[in-house]
């Protein structure tokens, strides 16, 4: 059982270049989300998808994208990577109802 | 104010002692309360689990609600340098989101 898996682990990447990080989930689940934590500032919710096919704003979606690409998969992309975007990123995919969210293990990004 | 406050500790016990951690919220429509433990460098996991008010026990851990105080308890008893991690008070009215703390760092001392 994988629950949340997130590629990749670690990056680093210079002011101004792009990447996407990576996540799916084989729980079945609806939900997705995509959080970052910072030293201090708890977790932090970047983007959420209710269902496959919809997207949502969370606390702090400046310089961000996400897809959502099918049930299991939901993709963040940073265009333009700044300073402020090093940070632990965590996906995340909760249950229906009952909120209990499974996590994986996150990437660490730091820009340059 | 914040929707979720949470002291972040640090907070340093010696092994066997009753941990106490605790977190306030201010949206009554939260019903389902959730405590999380991360140890470094790693993803949270969940640790236990509570809908609306009253007592969970797990093992050494329970988790208290009072909804009426808008105040979610963690104890942990006979505290185990394994439970040195940073744990996580989580909430959600349902179908939505959860709303963290910023959490409380926890060492336990041999």
């Known amino acids: 059982n994988a629950g949340v898996t997130q590629t990749p682990k670690f990056q680093v990447l210079k002011t101004g270049q792009s990447m996407t990080l990576q996540c799916a989930q084989d729980?079945?689940?609806?939900?997705m989300y995509w959080y970052r934590q910072d030293p201090g500032m708890g977790l932090r919710l970047i983007y959420y998808?209710?269902?496959?096919?919809?997207?949502d704003k969370g606390e702090v979606p400046n310089g961000y994208n996400v897809s959502r690409l099918n049930k299991r998969e939901f993709s963040l992309r940073l265009e333009s990577a700044a300073p402020s975007q090093t940070s632990v990123y965590f996906c995340?995919?909760?249950?229906?109802?009952?909120?209990?969210?499974?996590f994986g293990q996150g990437t660490r990004l730091t820009v340059v | 104010q914040k929707e979720v406050e949470q002291d972040p500790g640090p907070l340093s016990v010696p092994e066997g002692a009753i941990v106490s951690l605790n977190c306030t919220y201010s949206?009554?429509?939260?019903?389902?309360f959730m405590w999380y433990r991360q140890y470094s460098r790693k993803g949270p996991e969940l640790l236990m689990y509570?809908?609306?008010?009253g007592n969970k026990e797990d093992g050494r851990f329970t988790a208290q609600v009072d909804k009426s105080s808008k105040y979610i308890s963690l104890f942990i008893r006979d505290s185990q340098p394994s439970d040195s991690a940073t744990y996580l008070c989580?909430?959600?009215?349902?179908?939505?989101?959860?709303?963290f703390g910023k959490g409380t760092r926890l060492s336990v001392i041999a």
């Open positions: 729980m079945n689940h609806n939900s």
């Open positions: 995340a995919s909760p249950e229906r109802v009952s909120g209990k969210a499974f």
């Open positions: 998808s209710a269902s496959e096919g919809t997207t």
């Open positions: 949206n009554s429509a939260f019903q389902y």
């Open positions: 509570t809908y609306s008010s």
């Open positions: 989580a909430m959600t009215a349902g179908n939505t989101p959860l709303v």
